[in-house]
């Protein structure tokens, strides 16, 4: 990625839009924009409304100007909002390219943000992730990122690296003197608080990927127990929509499901608790493959009908949830609707196998307690509605600090000075990765290809 030149994009979405907007960043953004309007005088840090004439087009624009380093990419930039037409925007970013610029490559803004320190690599990381999410863990996640959350807490581990190895090659620089900076103990124990709070970061960190990964919750039971209705009742769709995994016709069968953070994939496994007859093939490939779903799954469902006397059957696994089905076939007591099946719910749950976390009654046929089943999958799926207490980490941050901390380790068995020093270095070298203070050239193409262009 060349720097200083112009660069040009779309940065909304492509598609008829109320508005578009069209961003130029680099040195020839201002005059650029001087020949589209005939204006003369752009000044900084303003917006206004102008008109662009080339290639006998003339419409109207909002136009936002900055100027270097008080931009997003720390450049000289201009954004165009102009008429939602896809054309147009096209238009003008051709006319743009003829006035000098040149198109921008994906993620070539934030790119250029990072160079000109407006923002470091984690940062940009959150940028990436921002426009990738697609639900709402995800977001807040990404959110953090951008907001440098992961630079706040590593920081001053860091800083207290740095110190130390500075106090260590001091060590060396004046051994002859016998002067001592700093004690092996002491060394020792300002290794260990830095290892302690990046195992700390580390432990209290959730996956970016895993927010990424569509949580799949596997309904499991008795044959008729409710499982396929419930799956439509969720869906909101009928079978004929619920789409057949290939293979036999009584096979797994799942669906997408919008719940209030995000979409999950919800199975029903049918034939899981049926012992398949050694002589029936079918039946014994799909109790196979409704095992194999089962194991799978994030979260496992047991499905017992309510209005049944039959014991829950055996799983594989022990159950996240239970969902108690047919809550309108039981007698009402008190008036309460889901009264007599909770006391029945908490009959069933101790004799369940395994430890089960909580159990919903629900009725598919009147709707009765499926909103209650929907927080408590929303729940299990994208966690405890506790904004952000976690901070999400990518591969390439978690694999930095725990190379950091193997360093650390190595650090704390060396008593030699020189070894000591060099092991500080690398672990301050891969912290330093994580916020690209040291990043090689290929790392960092990588993380900018993953953005589109215009970003
Ligand atoms: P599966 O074999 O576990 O998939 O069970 P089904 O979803 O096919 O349901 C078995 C039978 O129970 C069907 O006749 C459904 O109409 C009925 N059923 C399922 N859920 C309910 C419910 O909430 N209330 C009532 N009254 N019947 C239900």
Redesign the pocket.
């Known amino acids: 990625m060349i720097q200083g030149d112009t660069i040009v994009a779309i940065s909304s979405v492509i598609a008829p839009a109320a508005r578009i907007l069209v961003r130029s960043s680099g040195g020839e953004s201002h005059a650029a924009l001087r020949t589209l309007t005939g204006c003369h005088e752009v000044s900084p840090r303003s917006a206004r409304a102008l008109r662009l004439e080339f290639d006998g087009l003339s419409f109207p624009a909002w136009v936002y100007v900055f100027a270097a380093p008080a931009s997003y990419t720390g450049e000289d930039l201009v954004e165009y909002h102009i008429p939602g037409n896809v054309w147009l925007a096209r238009r003008l970013v051709d006319e743009l390219v003829r006035l000098g610029a040149r198109p921008a490559e994906p993620g070539e803004f934030t790119a250029r943000a990072y160079f000109h320190g407006r923002m470091d690599l984690a940062e940009a990381e959150g940028v990436a992730a921002t426009i990738a999410a697609s639900n709402e863990a995800q977001l807040r996640a990404a959110r953090q990122l951008m907001a440098g959350e992961l630079a706040r807490r590593l920081r001053p581990v860091m800083d207290g690296l740095a110190e130390t190895l500075a106090l260590v090659e001091a060590g060396i620089d004046f051994s002859e003197e016998d002067v001592t900076f700093l004690s092996a103990e002491e060394v020792a124990a300002r290794i260990e608080v830095a290892e302690t709070a990046l195992a700390d970061l580390a432990a209290h960190s959730d996956r970016l990927d895993r927010l990424a990964h569509e949580p799949h919750f596997v309904l499991a039971?008795?044959?008729?127990?409710?499982?396929?209705?419930?799956l439509n009742a969720l869906a909101g769709t009928q079978r004929a929509v619920v789409s057949p995994h290939a293979g036999t016709t009584r096979d797994v069968l799942s669906a997408q499901v919008r719940l209030r953070r995000g979409m999950v994939r919800v199975s029903?496994a049918?034939g899981l608790t049926e012992t398949p007859d050694a002589a029936d093939t079918i039946a014994a490939q799909m109790h196979a493959r409704a095992l194999w779903a089962a194991e799978q799954a994030d979260f496992l469902v047991l499905?017992v009908?309510a209005s049944s006397a039959e014991p829950p059957p055996t799983l594989p696994r022990a159950a996240d949830l239970v969902v108690y089905?047919?809550?309108?076939?039981l007698p009402r007591a008190g008036g309460a609707s889901d009264g007599a099946s909770d006391r029945k719910a908490q009959r069933s749950l101790a004799t369940a196998p395994g430890r089960i976390a909580s159990a919903v009654a629900?009725?598919?046929?009147?709707g009765d307690n499926l909103e209650a089943l929907r927080s408590r999958l929303d729940e299990l799926a994208f966690g405890a509605d506790s904004p952000g207490a976690m901070l999400s980490l990518n591969a390439r941050h978690l694999t930095a600090i725990a190379e950091a901390r193997a360093a650390m380790r190595r650090a704390r068995e060396h008593t030699e000075a020189e070894i000591l020093a060099l092991e500080l270095r690398q672990a301050l070298d891969a912290l330093g990765q994580v916020l690209g203070h040291v990043t090689p050239e290929d790392l960092l193409g990588a993380i900018f290809a993953r953005f589109c262009i215009g970003k």
């Open positions: 039971g008795r044959p008729n127990a409710g499982k396929s209705t419930l029903d049918a499905v009908d089905t047919k809550l309108d076939l629900v009725s598919a046929v009147t």
